[in-house]
């Protein structure tokens, strides 16, 4: 199958590029650079530099006449979007349009999106949220993401392109980069690898739901196997406060100092976790690595990278 993976340089882009090609199928990535890494990139994969809001989409589309779309490039930074809403529009709105209108016209048969799960939510009424939970983004980033899903709602009604949007809580692992919401895990470990202080915003008492990179890929393959238009969540249904995770990541890289505070970040939730029964009852997935071990491989990736 002729895929297309949009960030396939990026953390998560590029284990879902990884998992398709050694599935048998054709990868094609877009990836702009400015976040990924030609690194990242998978040798049997065809790596386009180019930015999803480009007029080269049309000539990318119509060489590699992708089957499937996985849409992984974002601005993914939730500080960014609440210091410059228009840029993240412009990304994450306007950029997956001209991702969707290039789809239909090009005959893709189905859309696979990174959607998420903490964002869309904002401050949850019910732990963990659902995906009947009320939508109540806190920040730009998360309004962009539920929009792309009634996009994507609408492209489904109007031209029959099929998808499903998978909202990921905060995903870590190898190759992670310190962008976007579960980028502290990233930020921990290289800092605490490198013997210097850690600066945990607010109390540390914000909470998130830590999902493992290969347990989202996981989910990424079944969504491509399984016929599901709609919104899932991924994550674990358990919630890690921030100073637990840096109590985590200490004892893996031998760190002996100390963290310090710092302010509160605006547009910050204070807890955010996903309830995953809906996902486990359509495509029987389930998280298969546990925080501790999770935060080992990571922190093992990062000391070799050092």
């Known amino acids: 199958m002729n895929v297309l993976v949009t960030g396939g340089a990026g953390?998560?882009?590029?284990?879902?590029?990884?998992?398709?090609?050694?599935?048998?199928?054709?990868?094609?990535?877009?990836d702009n650079l400015s976040t990924g890494h030609r690194e990242n990139v998978n040798p049997y994969a065809t790596l386009y530099k180019a930015d999803i809001r480009g007029k080269e989409l049309a000539g990318i589309f119509e060489k590699e006449k992708p089957e499937v779309v996985f849409h992984e490039a974002a601005q993914a930074?939730?500080?960014?979007?609440?210091?410059?809403?228009?840029?993240?529009?412009?990304?994450?709105?306007?950029g997956s349009l001209n991702l969707l209108q290039h789809s239909v016209k090009s005959g893709v048969k189905k859309f696979i999106f990174?959607?998420?799960?903490?964002?869309?939510?904002?401050?949850?009424?019910?732990?963990?949220?659902?995906?009947?939970?009320?939508?109540?983004?806190?920040?730009?980033?998360?309004?962009?993401?539920?929009?792309?899903?009634?996009?994507?709602?609408?492209?489904?009604?109007?031209?029959?392109?099929?998808?499903?949007?998978?909202?990921?809580?905060?995903?870590?692992?190898?190759?992670?980069?310190?962008?976007?919401?579960?980028?502290?895990?990233?930020?921990?470990?290289?800092?605490?690898?490198?013997?210097?202080?850690?600066?945990?915003n607010g109390t540390g008492a914000q909470t998130r739901d830590y999902v493992y990179v290969g347990d989202v890929v996981n989910a990424n393959m079944l969504a491509l196997s399984h016929d599901y238009?709609?919104?899932?969540?991924?994550?674990?249904?358990?919630?890690?406060?921030?100073?637990?995770?840096?109590?985590?990541?200490k004892r893996d890289t031998g760190y002996s100092g100390d963290k310090v505070h710092g302010p509160a970040k605006a547009g910050e939730q204070m807890r955010s976790v996903?309830?995953?029964?809906?996902?486990?009852?359509?495509?029987?997935?389930?998280?298969?690595?546990?925080?501790?071990?999770?935060?080992?491989?990571?922190?093992?990736?990062?000391?070799?990278?050092?």
Not at 142 to 154: H, P, Q
Not at 229 to 249: H, Q, S, W
Not at 276 to 286: M, N, P, Q, R, T
């Open 274 to 306: 996903v309830d995953c029964g809906l996902i486990k009852a359509e495509f029987g997935w389930s998280p298969g690595v546990t925080l501790e071990e999770g935060i080992s491989r990571t922190v093992e990736y990062f000391r070799d990278k050092m």
């Open 229 to 249: 238009d709609g919104f899932l969540n991924v994550g674990t249904a358990v919630e890690t406060d921030v100073n637990e995770l840096y109590e985590l990541i």
């Open 77 to 94: 930074n939730v500080r960014t979007s609440v210091d410059d809403p228009v840029y993240d529009a412009d990304v994450n709105v306007l």
């Open 11 to 30: 953390f998560i882009g590029s284990h879902i590029a990884d998992a398709l090609i050694e599935g048998g199928h054709r990868v094609a990535i877009v």
């Open 114 to 200: 990174a959607s998420s799960g903490g964002a869309v939510y904002g401050e949850q009424d019910v732990f963990p949220a659902p995906e009947s939970h009320r939508i109540q983004p806190a920040s730009p980033y998360g309004i962009t993401k539920r929009t792309i899903e009634l996009y994507l709602a609408f492209y489904k009604d109007v031209y029959g392109l099929k998808y499903t949007a998978l909202r990921y809580a905060n995903v870590y692992g190898p190759r992670q980069d310190p962008h976007g919401e579960a980028g502290v895990v990233a930020i921990f470990a290289g800092k605490l690898l490198r013997g210097e202080t850690p600066t945990v």
